[in-house]
């Protein structure tokens, strides 16, 4: 999801270049545990904000899920769309900002992956989209995301130098190294990341990763005080429970009606 705020906090146009953000997403990981929550009416509609490049959307729709896709990504969603056509699914692909979508349906079940919160770096940004998704959401909706658990000993290992994170091939054949540094902004919760791209063996350029970190007890407050009801909070996509040092935090929720 691209950033639009008034701050200086962004992520890089190159990290969604769609065909080198396809080259290096390829996990699947997450795609049980989200299949696995989706109601068994084959008429219940599922929204799905942060979709991308339809990573998620389109093999869900390919289980015969009736899903739509929010992104305001113009590449992320033209890709998405491709993909769609070459697969024969109808999926309606919406390009909006997660927080002050307006749509004039209510859905099943409405989810945010891929730690794409972590681009929402102000709380307000947060509790405008909490307020979407309950305006978008029926009463016995379910309401699912996911993100990082803050991690501040990982972050300040990390902050010591430059570690290469990511080689690989796209389809096009664009051979791609990543290199990270990050900087951990404590009055903020920012976590400034920067990663160095190489594209065949030369350097291209330095993109912006910014990410805010939410806590653990800050984001049940603000789920509460948003007005829903977390039904679960899971360390990892197995189900574990949340522990301290899980990587993950994935929130069940239901609106409190």
């Known amino acids: 999801m691209e950033n639009t705020t008034d701050t200086d906090y962004k992520v890089g146009d190159l990290i969604y270049d769609a065909n080198i953000y396809d080259g290096l997403n390829t996990f699947m990981s997450d795609f049980m545990f989200y299949k696995n929550w989706m109601p068994k009416d084959t008429n219940a509609e599922i929204l799905e904000l942060c979709c ?4 998620l959307t389109i093999p ?13 990504s113009k590449s992320m969603l033209e890709q998405a769309v491709l993909k769609a056509k ?14 002050n979508l307006d749509l004039s349906i209510k859905y099943d079940l409405i989810f945010i992956p891929f730690n794409s919160i972590h681009h929402l770096y102000e709380n307000q ?13 029926k009463d016995d909706g379910l309401f699912i995301f996911d993100c990082y658990n803050p991690n501040i000993q990982y972050i300040t290992e990390a902050e010591k130098g430059r570690n290469k994170i990511a ?10 190294i990543i290199e990270q540094t990050m900087k951990y ?9 920067e990663w160095h791209y190489y594209i065949n063996q030369e350097f291209n350029s330095v993109q912006n990763l910014d990410m805010r970190m939410y806590f653990p007890q800050e984001l049940d407050t603000y789920l509460k005080f948003s007005g829903f009801n977390i039904l679960h909070k899971y360390g990892n996509f197995d189900k574990d429970k949340f522990e301290n040092t899980s990587e993950k935090q994935i929130f069940v929720c239901k609106k409190n009606i």
């Open 52 to 55: 991308g490049s339809g990573r």
């Open 60 to 72: 869900l729709a390919k289980e015969g899920i009736k899903i739509s896709g929010v992104d305001n």
């Open 86 to 99: 070459y697969e024969k699914l109808e999926i309606k692909f919406i390009e909006a900002d997660i927080r």
């Open 125 to 137: 940004n947060l509790f405008d989209t909490f307020k979407v998704v309950e305006k978008h959401l």
């Open 167 to 176: 080689e690989y091939k796209t389809k096009h054949e664009r051979n791609v």
């Open 185 to 193: 902004e404590s009055k903020t919760q920012i976590n400034r990341i």
